[in-house]
């Protein structure tokens, strides 16, 4: 078939292009503006080179930041994915009360970060928070304001209580695309409740579960908002997750290069780790599928 | 292997069932033979898969007992049916290799590793798989699938009988052909009670030794191929098997004749003033075109060649009567008469069959 050129056809593509350039590409020009050059006030500017980004990486304080958020990342999916699975599992099939849980399931997916952030931050709280004030009316020694380990697992979880409906909820239709007739030819084969979840349930929950992965690992990687609003980073730096540092970097110190060298590779290794997982995970299924 | 008893069973979906209208399954008394090749046939839903989920196991009957050989097993569970099921869907572990599939049934019962791989070996070797042993089941066909899921039911060797729910259904229709084939002489050589559930006549007639026809929430007839279409025991199994179904015409019956519109029909045998709704049925393969003054007046409306033979429409009345001529028979323009083989005629009264006082065919 012989391809007919038409140059016009570009006009077509047009308005999407110049959306993305303002929703995406000059801003981020911007950050690559800023993270090679220094200024000293007035809208002065010298070229800085590469500087930043060294001053980055061999900073402390950044590493420190990236395991903390590399540990909480790991901590939520070992907790969220898990759960939400369990979670489907016991969900009822049909009926009313199917319905019923996928509203509950649905509600804290529909609060507001912030508003998240807030809910904990006073629910926590030893002086008025029911949570708080009843640890400490059992005489359990909890605060998340001052003690490392309370602060962590309150962030944790706040996450758990938020992100979970979402595992949940996609495994849950996952499983809901498995026809009858498995379950009955597990029973017929004997197949235990163990080898009907790993051979059967699993297996067709991969392509949800990949997704759910993957949204959770990119948000939970990003995650700002709800550990702001409840400790502020802190205690110290115990809970100053990445955006967080690097917001103190950029507003709080108005270091705006450094800030912005940092949020390229910050970017850079999100999106890295998506493709790995992503790649590694199709890959998995096109083996198998040969 | 065993016999299977179904002892004044019945099933009704409704916790309370008033009526006869309210049962799914009305009330049946059957055996069904050690080692028999049973289909059962009928329209959707008229209570065959029901009836099919109760042997399993999947249902429990609201009423009657399922025996299997002396063993009572309506309350049983389904995993203590010992039974194996091939369902619409080829049913596989995807993420297991072939082997594996085949392999599960037995594994998860707890059998000797080297039993396990010699009966997987004769199971492969039996459904032609022997050379995709180790490939991963999820990237095969969906005939293959289903051989697989053939497989794993045949694969322990005491089941008491393979279920399948209408398993041809995804199937190529020229895998269709094979597969059949292929159970048919799987049937024969090990012997497994078998029970087939289709609403396909052919996959019935050439699959079962015994069809079991259903309609609505009924057995209506249960017999040979040869019985089921030379002496229907319903009206439905007249309709429902054959290509076209059976002719069946309102007709006054008294002794050897009956009347018809004022047209005397002879019949073979002599029936007894019957009471209720009476019909006649023919065969179309029974029926032929004449030319002469005998018989029902007709005017042929169409002539379809199908191949082996033709088919006639003609117009009696209003209602069509069917005729199969063979390939070669001239169809004579002048033809106004159709004439019945009387043999072959059957009397109907209320939809089912009325044996003839002094019957010189075969009695249902």
Not at chain 1, 108 to 117: D, E, K, R, T, Y
Request: proline residues 4%; glycine residues 8%.
């Amino acid at each position: 078939m012989d391809k007919t050129t038409n140059q016009k056809a570009w006009f077509l593509v047009l308005p999407v292009l110049v959306l993305v350039a303002f929703s995406a590409v000059i801003p981020l020009m911007t950050v690559v503006n800023y993270s090679v050059q220094d200024t000293f006030g007035n809208n002065v500017f010298f070229w800085a080179g590469l500087e930043w980004f060294e001053q980055a990486l061999s900073s402390d304080r950044l590493w420190a930041a990236f395991g903390r958020q590399i540990m909480f990342s790991a901590i939520i999916l070992t907790i969220q994915i898990p759960l939400g699975i369990f979670v489907a599992l016991n969900m009822p099939k049909k009926g009313f009360w199917a319905s019923f849980c996928l509203v509950v399931m649905a509600l804290p997916l529909l609060i507001p970060f912030n508003v998240v952030g807030t809910i904990w931050q006073i629910f926590g709280r030893v002086d008025i928070g029911l949570l708080g004030h009843t640890l400490d009316a059992m005489g359990i020694d909890y605060n998340y304001t001052n003690d490392v380990l309370d602060a962590w697992i309150t962030v944790i979880v706040m996450d758990v209580w938020h992100w979970t409906s979402l595992v949940a909820l996609l495994a849950y239709a996952g499983l809901q695309s498995i026809p009858e007739a498995y379950y009955q030819a597990a029973k017929i084969d004997q197949a235990s409740r163990w080898k009907v979840f790993r051979y059967i349930e699993l297996p067709k929950m991969q392509g949800v579960l990949l997704i759910a992965i993957l949204l959770r690992f990119m948000d939970s990687f990003m995650i700002y908002t709800e550990p702001f609003v409840v400790t502020g980073g802190g205690p110290g730096n115990a809970t100053t997750f990445l955006s967080i540092d690097l917001v103190k970097m950029a507003i709080g110190q108005f270091d705006l290069g450094p800030a912005a060298a940092f949020s390229i590779m910050y970017f850079l290794v999100i999106l890295l780790v998506s493709w790995v997982f992503y790649t590694v995970m199709t890959n998995l299924d096109k083996r198998e599928g040969f | 292997m065993a016999k299977i008893t179904l002892s004044n069973l019945a099933h009704s979906y409704l916790p309370n069932p008033k009526s006869e209208a309210d049962y799914a399954l009305k009330e049946m008394d059957h055996v069904w033979d050690d080692g028999g090749a049973y289909a059962l046939l009928g329209a959707s839903g008229c209570g065959k898969s029901t009836l099919l989920n109760i042997i399993s196991g999947l249902l429990h009957p609201s009423e009657g007992r399922v025996l299997f050989g002396d063993e009572d097993v309506t309350d049983a569970p389904t995993a203590q049916r010992n039974i194996a099921q091939v369902f619409q869907f080829p049913v596989v572990y995807d993420t297991m290799s072939v082997r594996e599939n085949l392999a599960f049934p037995l594994k998860n019962r707890g059998a000797k590793p080297a039993y396990v791989a010699e009966r997987v070996q004769t199971i492969a070797r039996m459904i032609g798989m022997e050379d995709v042993l180790d490939r991963k089941a999820r990237g095969l066909t969906a005939d293959a699938k289903q051989k697989i899921s053939l497989g794993r039911g045949m694969v322990r060797e005491d089941v008491n009988a393979i279920l399948f729910d209408e398993p041809l259904t995804v199937i190529d229709p020229h895998m269709k052909w094979e597969l059949r084939t292929q159970l048919k002489s799987l049937h024969r050589e090990f012997g497994h009670t078998m029970i087939y559930v289709t609403h396909d006549q052919t996959e019935a007639l050439t699959f079962a030794d015994k069809v079991v026809v259903m309609h609505d929430g009924r057995v209506v007839q249960m017999g040979t191929p040869e019985e089921l279409f030379e002496t229907p025991a319903h009206t439905f199994v007249g309709y429902f098997i054959g290509s076209p179904g059976m002719n069946l015409l309102d007709a006054e019956v008294r002794g050897k004749t009956a009347h018809i519109e004022g047209v005397e029909i002879p019949l073979e045998a002599t029936y007894t003033a019957p009471q209720g709704r009476t019909q006649i049925g023919v065969r179309p393969e029974f029926a032929s075109l004449s030319t002469g003054h005998q018989g029902l007046p007709v005017t042929v409306t169409r002539v379809e060649d199908v191949g082996r033979h033709r088919i006639v429409r003609a117009d009696f009345l209003g209602q069509e009567i069917n005729i199969i001529a063979s390939e070669g028979a001239e169809i004579a323009a002048d033809a106004t008469r159709v004439i019945f083989d009387p043999a072959r005629v059957n009397v109907y009264v209320d939809d089912w069959r009325l044996s003839p006082e002094t019957a010189q065919g075969k009695a249902a």
